[in-house]
């Protein structure tokens, strides 16, 4: 996006791995990084007025991910008959609430620029896999979320994107002292986000390998940037 002259708003919880993103990407176009969590009220806020003050948003994608809301350290993921409520709570506060909290203070500035919202998915939210509970009915919630801000929305494009298997270190916690070298990398799916944000089709839910496949293909389930680009990274989608 920052080769297409795109000036980007990142955010991410790792300060130091954001910093070096910024200094790459800040070569190339205009770039505000403000490390933080999407959970946190201010830094939403802050988040927002950033892309305002580069022209307004008219792309917002929402990546921020927790499996479990809590360090697995090296833990099986929990059953639900199991999973610590406190976990359950932030996980649905990061993976949802949060989310939808920066798409309400994005919206006017979306609107004015007829924009696009991405919520990265998962097949984790219509396929049932244990320990995948939590954060399986978290993503459907954001699925579902999603199409009914679409049918709100229907001057805007929101689609809920299932990136698919990637070798990404969440999906190494959920799978600890495995080898998951056999997963594909995150940049390799980067092209079938691109056919989507150049094609723009109908608001819906999207899979990267069927983008990759055919870029106008149809979204897998009924239809539900100045652009400064508000982009929420909080953690590594694994799906």
Do not use: C
Not at 36 to 60: N, Q
Not at 145 to 169: F, I, K, N, Y
Not at 189 to 195: R, S
Request: glycine share 8%; aromatic share 4%; proline share 6%.
């Amino acid at each position: 996006m920052a080769a297409e002259g795109r000036q980007l708003v990142l955010t991410a919880r790792n300060a130091a791995e954001l910093a070096a993103v910024e200094a790459e990407l800040a070569a190339v176009t205009k770039v505000v990084a403000l490390a933080g969590s999407v959970v946190d009220d201010g830094h939403r806020e802050r988040l927002a007025e950033a892309a305002a003050a580069l022209g307004g948003a008219g792309l917002l994608i929402n990546n921020a991910s927790t499996l479990t809301g809590y360090d697995l350290a090296g833990a099986a993921l929990p059953r639900l008959a199991d999973f610590p409520l406190p976990g359950l709570l932030e996980t649905f506060e990061v993976n949802v609430l949060g989310p939808l909290a920066l798409t309400q203070l994005v919206l006017p500035q979306l609107r004015e620029h007829a924009g696009s919202v991405v919520n990265v998915s998962s097949d984790a939210a219509v396929e049932a896999y244990e320990g995948w509970g939590g954060y399986g009915a978290s993503k459907a919630a954001l699925d579902h979320a999603s199409a009914v801000l679409a049918a709100e929305e229907p001057e805007l494009r929101v689609w809920a994107v299932d990136p698919g298997d990637m070798r990404t270190r969440m999906h190494q916690e959920a799978f600890p002292g495995e080898d998951i070298s056999d997963r594909p990398l995150p940049r390799t799916v980067v092209p079938a986000f691109l056919a989507l944000l150049r094609e723009r089709p109908a608001s819906g839910r999207y899979r990267a390998a069927d983008l990759l496949a055919a870029p106008t293909t149809a979204p897998t389930t009924g239809s539900v940037s100045a652009t400064a680009t508000a982009t929420s990274t909080t953690d590594e989608e694994h799906r």
